[in-house]
């Protein structure tokens, strides 16, 4: 038999040529709340439509692209919630990321002009836009981190088994929420969050929210240079790996390997790409998101991140799934 040869066409260039709009489609429905709405019985297109308030022709426009982009499926003349919406865009769960999920989105004006910014001379600063953060932006940001930082600090609790453990400090831990969850398994850790000034200050009213000022303070700093505590036997550093380069990673790893207490543990949470750096997309695109916000931070492979690790006198240095194809938990020893 002759075999056919597929002929190449342009529907997946297309496609992600379109993904400023499907973002637009999802943000819009967060906004709207329209997968509540779903959630809660309005499942045609009539009651969707009463619900959210929008004429029907708007509200069977949404629909259809949420259905498209598997969002929502469609059984019948009824609709329901995809297994992840349902449980992470339902507000009132205490899943719910909605928030994180519009604050990502929010620079859609400036990823217009990343060609630009890809071809600048401008030579970028080493943090970039961290180095001057304003209470406004600390605020704005942190808020929208905790909703699914809280979640990813519940995960690390139930990975890492801290009953032995004493105190632990946490780099660049922004909202706390890693802390706070910790303290909710383990009530006998003292923790510490070192950041920004201005991110202490949003940090130190989560604590509070949580009545865990007793447990849990704050460390007001630049973590990336200044002087660590030297009595924690955990150390944390999540969800901000792409914000720096190697330099800098390398003199975290090291001054946290001198601080660390003999015996314990330090975990690298972060957005790692696979060894040949093809991927995953997520992880690849927060090394991109950089160019914005002008610092030299890239993406980090996980075998790069072991080399940083064992280089800073790191010993038994593992990779732990954390959110397969996003994010990876690279925990190290100080034997």
């Known amino acids: 038999m002759t075999e056919v040869k597929q002929k190449v066409g342009t529907i997946r260039l297309q496609n992600l040529s379109y993904g400023h709009k499907a973002a637009a489609a999802l943000m819009a429905a967060v906004k709207l709340d329209l997968f509540s709405a779903v959630s809660t019985g309005a499942n045609t297109l009539a009651d969707i439509a009463q619900k959210l308030q929008m004429n029907p022709l708007n509200a069977e426009r949404l629909v259809v692209a949420c259905a498209a982009m598997e969002l929502i499926h469609k059984e019948g003349d009824t609709f329901r919630n995809a297994e992840d919406v349902e449980r992470f865009l339902v507000k009132g769960k205490p899943t719910y990321i909605g928030p994180w999920l519009l604050f990502a989105g929010s620079g859609f004006d400036r990823w217009k002009d990343l060609a630009d910014l890809l071809a600048s001379p401008e030579e970028p600063k080493l943090l970039g836009m961290y180095e001057s953060l304003t209470d406004e932006a600390a605020r704005e940001y942190h808020e929208a981190t905790y909703s699914v930082g809280l979640g990813a600090g519940i ?18 831990g922004g909202s706390g929420a890693y802390c706070i969850a910790a303290l909710q398994k383990y009530p006998h850790l003292k923790a510490v969050v070192m950041d920004f000034a201005s991110v202490c200050k949003v940090t130190e009213e989560f604590i509070a929210e949580w009545h865990l000022r007793r447990s849990i303070s704050t460390l007001p700093g630049d973590f990336t240079k200044d002087a660590f505590p030297v009595d924690a036997d955990v150390m944390i550093m999540a969800s901000n790996l792409p914000q720096y380069n190697q330099d800098v990673l390398e003199s975290i790893f090291q001054r946290a390997f001198q601080a660390l207490l003999p015996g314990g543990e330090f975990h690298l949470v972060g957005e790692t790409l696979d060894d040949d750096k093809t991927g995953p997309l997520g992880p690849a695109l927060w090394g991109l998101h950089e160019v914005l916000n002008n610092s030299r931070g890239r993406s980090h492979s996980e075998k790069e991140v072991i080399g940083y690790l064992e280089k800073a006198g790191f010993k038994n240095v593992t990779v732990n799934a954390f959110v397969p194809g996003s994010i990876s938990r690279i925990t190290g020893f100080k034997v």
């Open 155 to 172: 995960r690390f609790s139930r990975q890492v088994d801290l009953s032995q453990r004493t105190k632990i400090l946490d780099l660049g």
